[in-house]
């Protein structure tokens, strides 16, 4: 349901990641095809946040990853 309402409020560039990690080889395989920057807006739970710091050290350990920005989902 986040997706559908980010897209109403004008972010057209938005996909859900069905829980709260990325992988490694996700962020990897999107900067090999030329995206330069993710924003990760998960929830503020011990998941979210858990799944935000493994992306941060996952994207800062890949060669070819974008950019990562994290923010807090409320203030989306």
Do not use: M, Q
Request: no cysteine.
């Amino acid at each position: 349901i986040d997706v559908h309402h980010l897209r109403a409020h004008g972010y057209p560039n938005i996909a859900a990641v069905g829980g709260a990690r990325v992988s490694a080889s996700a962020l990897t395989r999107l900067g090999r095809h030329g995206i330069e920057s993710v924003v990760l807006a998960f929830d503020s739970d011990a998941a979210g946040r858990d799944g935000a710091a493994r992306a941060v050290t996952d994207v800062s350990r890949a060669d070819h990853a974008p950019a990562l920005r994290v923010i807090e989902a409320r203030r989306l």
